[in-house]
């Protein structure tokens, strides 16, 4: 029995990931929101200094309720350890590879990592009695979509080896749930993931030259690449180049918490998808003209070819996650141009130092 005036215990997450990209921004608003979270990272495509600098951010007193794991998915000692630690209330898995070029020359790279890893991680939730899931699924899913905005109840389609990764991991999940009813399962499909928290501390690094708008954009834009390539400029749009969802990372990292929330929420939640996005759709030369008006910077550009496999304009019906989860994106593109550029200017390599010459 409770008992009255006694602080109720926080709730315990697990975010696999939890060093990368979205993770760190993800773990930054759960602090925020009370919440005591394990990250279980390989940092195959990150670094601990991301952890440490989200510490920094929350400041002394949340961080200790954040702990960092080194470890793989695909190792089970390694989940035995971190699952026999400590109790959690829910998972949010973001650990995966992402690079779609690369899952195409190393398809078994990709099946490998994101298939074994979270069918480990299902088996070890399962053992444990956590049977909570948000999931990082990702646009990738509705392939060319013949219909714009994408809605969450569209035919699904993978158009290279990562998408069949989120593409058989959703209906994995499906499976999982159906079979054994405890389990709630929320998979979110993020568009187009960009921008920077406010205090320019934490952003995205990629390993090698990046292959997204965005980091690539940056990288121009502090000298590291001279020239960006625009993919298509014969695209039936109002400029000739393709259009997507571009989605503020820390609006990104709030959908994750609304899903928590409602995942706690809704006993028969089951395994429900949304998308994460803005609903609106902005042209590549239209994120090159946000930037160099964000940044002050002149993006030199080329324009180039189609990129093969790319969709000709791709946005998200938002309306299904803002009736069932109350969330919805805040921040436009001026935002997210600003932001990323308050993380590129204060930190133009990113996690690392800069190379001697
Ligand atoms: P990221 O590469 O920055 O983060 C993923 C993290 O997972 C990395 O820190 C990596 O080291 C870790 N990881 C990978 N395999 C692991 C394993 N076997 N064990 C432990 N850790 C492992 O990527 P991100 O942009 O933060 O993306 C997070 C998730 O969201 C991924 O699943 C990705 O596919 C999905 N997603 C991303 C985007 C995007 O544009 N960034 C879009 C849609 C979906
Ligand atoms: C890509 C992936 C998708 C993945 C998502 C997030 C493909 C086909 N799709 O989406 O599966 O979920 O990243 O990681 O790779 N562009 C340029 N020049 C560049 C880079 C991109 O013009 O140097 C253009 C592209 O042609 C596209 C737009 O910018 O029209 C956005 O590209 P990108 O950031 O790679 O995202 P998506 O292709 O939407």
Not at 68 to 82: A, C, M, P, V, Y
């Amino acid at each position: 029995m409770a008992v009255e005036g006694l602080q109720k215990e926080p709730q315990s997450i697990l975010v696999t990931g939890g060093a990368g990209f979205i993770g760190t921004h993800t773990v930054l608003q759960l602090l925020k929101e009370g919440f005591r979270v394990s990250v279980i990272d390989n940092l195959d495509n990150s670094v601990e200094e991301a952890v440490d600098r989200v510490r920094e951010i929350a400041g002394p007193e949340l961080s200790r309720n954040l702990t960092f794991f080194l470890g793989d998915l695909r190792n089970k000692e390694d989940l035995e350890k971190i699952f026999s630690q400590t109790r959690f209330d829910a998972v949010i898995h973001f650990a995966g590879l992402k690079a779609v070029g690369e899952s195409v020359a190393k398809p078994m790279l990709y099946y490998n990592n994101n298939l074994i890893g979270t069918l480990n991680l299902y088996e070890f939730m399962t053992k444990y009695g956590c049977k909570k899931m948000v999931f990082s699924s990702s646009a990738t899913v509705y392939g060319q979509p013949e219909k714009i905005p994408c809605v969450e109840d569209f035919q699904l389609k993978a158009m290279n080896p990562y998408g069949r990764t989120k593409l058989f991991l959703e209906e994995i999940a499906q499976d999982v749930q159906k079979a054994d009813q405890e389990w709630r399962i929320i998979l979110l499909r993020y568009f187009n993931p960009i921008g920077a928290h406010e205090s320019g501390r934490i952003g995205e690094d990629p390993k090698g030259i990046p292959n997204n708008l965005m980091p690539y954009i940056q990288q121009v834009a502090v000298g590291r690449l001279p020239v960006l390539n625009v993919y298509g400029h014969d695209y039936p749009t109002k400029d000739g180049s393709a259009i997507r969802d571009y989605i503020h990372v820390m609006d990104l990292a709030d959908g994750h918490i609304a899903a928590l929330r409602k995942l706690f929420t809704t006993e028969d939640i089951g395994c429900t998808a949304y998308n994460l996005g803005t609903g609106s759709g902005t042209s590549v030369l239209e994120m090159v003209a946000a930037f160099e008006k964000a940044s002050g910077k002149k993006i030199p550009f080329k324009l180039c070819p189609r990129r093969p496999g790319d969709a000709t304009a791709v946005y998200a019906s938002t309306e299904k996650a803002h009736k069932e989860l109350g969330w919805r994106a805040k921040y436009g593109t001026e935002e997210m141009c600003r932001d990323q550029w308050n993380w590129a200017s204060n930190n133009p390599w990113g996690y690392r130092p800069p190379p001697q010459s």
